[in-house]
Nanobody, 127 residues
Framework: QVQLVESGGGLVQAGGSLRLSCAAS????????MAWFRQLPGQERECVAA????????YYERSVKGRFALSRDNDKKTVYLQMNNMKPEDTAIYYC????????????????????WGQGTQVTVSS
């Protein structure tokens, strides 16, 4: 089992930036992919960004391409989501997730690919 702890959420004005962190512990050697999802009340979780560990192939949701960037620190077992030029529609609870299978690129954006989830961190962008 992998434990995930997110941090870095908060309130920011439109056009501003935030950096989310996701620290992993436990059976991290089995991790093959990590991702950030976001969710609004009553809606399904949407994958914002994901990375496949072995070859660093990434996925970005269309609305965040060019604004969000995912990076990782292997020594710290931490994944970061740098969010720039933020918009009110980025407001959501953001969740970090890890998967231990052998995901193909087209599956990186699917919630079913991931088997460990963090508790979520609120991100609010004011207009």
């Amino acid at each position: 089992q992998v434990q995930l702890v997110e941090s870095g959420g908060g309130l920011v004005q439109a056009g501003g930036s935030l950096r989310l962190s996701c620290a992993a512990s436990g059976r991290t050697f089995s991790t093959s992919a990590m991702a950030w999802f976001r969710q609004l009340p009553g809606q399904e979780r949407e994958c914002v960004a994901a990375i496949r560990w072995r070859d660093r192939v990434t996925y970005y949701e269309r609305s965040v391409k060019g604004r969000f960037a995912l990076s990782r620190d292997n020594d710290k077992k931490t994944v970061y989501l740098q969010m720039n030029n933020m918009k009110p529609e980025d407001t959501a609870i953001y969740y970090c997730a890890t998967g231990s299978g052998s995901p193909i690129v087209s599956s990186l954006s699917l919630a079913s690919t991931y088997d460990s989830w963090g508790q979520g961190t609120q991100v609010t962008v004011s207009s």
